[in-house]
């Protein structure tokens, strides 16, 4: 008879495996090591000081709070999970999931579509936990193994997020008496469940039947029940998520996540990337919008001239330049001055609609806001003034001597 470690590697081997998870058709890598980690800050050094009163170290596979359904998912995130997401949003449902960062699609980290999906579960309220991160088997693995597979989990995570989880999902629920001292070195609750649905086999007709028989045995007075599924599976966002919400509610329990189901404070279920402090509650900041540039003011600003002091209306403007010219006088210098800002602001505008910044109006005086050309407003002019004194003494003296 083979020995049960071989026969196991054997089994994660074959695509026929028996036992829980055998859906995870990349298996290829389960049992191997990542060689490098993922970019991101290391972790690795940070104290993990024990947080609330969740324990750690046994395996915790129950509720410790009556009448609550805690609904789990692993493997993600995968081209479902944004589905499950909208159905949970839909019913007004937090839940929980268990994710790899390097798993069904390669690395989370470099596709903007799971960092979107993981901002959204963390923002919506979900909780977020490990579930390694190639989804290696624990059982066959060694301490400095099962280290990097959490480690580089939680850096892929906090790349993300800024923090990383405190509850970790061992695969295949396979975690022995080492396996368990090693997470808890690392700080985390080993997380598991009591309601496997078993969507994972693709015989949806059993997986209702295996979620409503565990409710219908129970009783919300004194049962609780974490329950288990994938939301890397097409037919389980299209259909089961919707089952398993209406049943519970159909059988009287409150639908929450693991942490609030086990009683522990938002902030212990995940750690800061910095310190491995609790997190401190605040949500994500928003994403930086791209850069753009606003004018400083899209008003005309009364420029003062040398001319005068007075700004007009553009209207204002037409009507002076519509006046006999022997009235244009300092209106039509102020005219000048209105029409110059009013320009300004167009020339402003459009600027910045081609995305280019542009100086604030009051800085956009131009030579042609002082036309060059406008007769002065009042005041001597020694040509204008002195010419007419010469020619009247002259006309004088001529009128005398003829006289």
Not at 13 to 39: C, N, Q, T, Y
Not at 196 to 216: P, S
Not at 259 to 284: F, Q, V
């Amino acid at each position: 008879m083979l020995p049960t470690t071989l026969l196991e590697a054997i089994l994660i081997a074959s695509p026929l495996v028996a036992a829980h998870g055998s859906h995870h058709e990349h298996r290829d890598h389960a049992s191997i090591s990542p060689r490098a980690p993922p970019p991101g800050k290391d972790t690795s050094k940070l104290n993990r000081p024990k947080l609330g009163s969740v324990p750690y170290g046994p395996n915790i596979q129950s509720c410790t709070i009556p009448g609550k359904v805690a609904l789990t998912f692993d493997d993600g995130p995968a081209g479902y999970t944004g589905a499950v997401l909208d159905l949970l949003a839909k019913n007004n449902v937090k839940a929980t999931f268990f994710l790899n960062a390097n798993n069904v699609e390669g690395l989370i980290t470099n596709k903007q579509v799971y960092r979107d999906v993981v901002k959204r579960m963390f923002n919506e309220g979900h909780h977020i936990g490990s579930h390694s991160y190639t989804h290696a088997d624990f059982d066959l693995i060694s301490t400095q193994q099962r280290r990097e597979e959490i480690i580089y989990n939680e850096i892929a995570i906090a790349d993300i997020l800024g923090v990383f989880p405190t509850y970790f999902r061992p695969p295949y629920t396979h975690c022995n008496g080492g396996c368990q001292a090693d997470i808890v070195a690392l700080g985390y609750h080993v997380s598991n469940y009591n309601l496997d649905t078993k969507d994972w086999e693709g015989d949806y007709n059993k997986a209702r039947q295996n979620f409503v028989g565990a409710l219908a045995s129970g009783n919300p007075g004194f049962n609780s029940f974490i329950s288990l599924a994938h939301d890397i599976h097409e037919e389980t966002a299209k259909t089961l998520v919707q089952f398993m919400i209406d049943q519970a509610r159909k059988y009287k329990y409150e639908l929450t996540t693991m942490g609030d189901c086990l009683g522990d404070a938002h902030t212990n279920w995940y750690r800061n990337a910095d310190t491995g402090a609790a997190w401190n509650g605040r949500p994500l900041p928003a994403d930086e919008p791209e850069e753009t540039t606003t004018s400083t003011s899209l008003t005309p600003t009364p420029t003062p001239t040398s001319t005068s002091t007075s700004t007009s209306s553009t209207s204002s403007a037409a009507q002076t330049s519509s006046a006999p010219a022997s009235t244009v006088t300092s209106t039509s210098s102020s005219a000048a001055t209105s029409t110059g800002s009013s320009a300004s602001v167009k020339q402003s505008t459009t600027s910045h609609a081609n995305g280019k910044p542009t100086d604030s109006v009051s800085s956009q005086t131009s030579p042609s806001t002082t036309p060059t050309d406008a007769p002065p407003s009042s005041g001597f002019s020694p040509v204008r003034d002195g010419a007419s004194g010469v020619g009247l003494a002259l006309a004088l003296f001529v009128g005398l001597l003829m006289f």
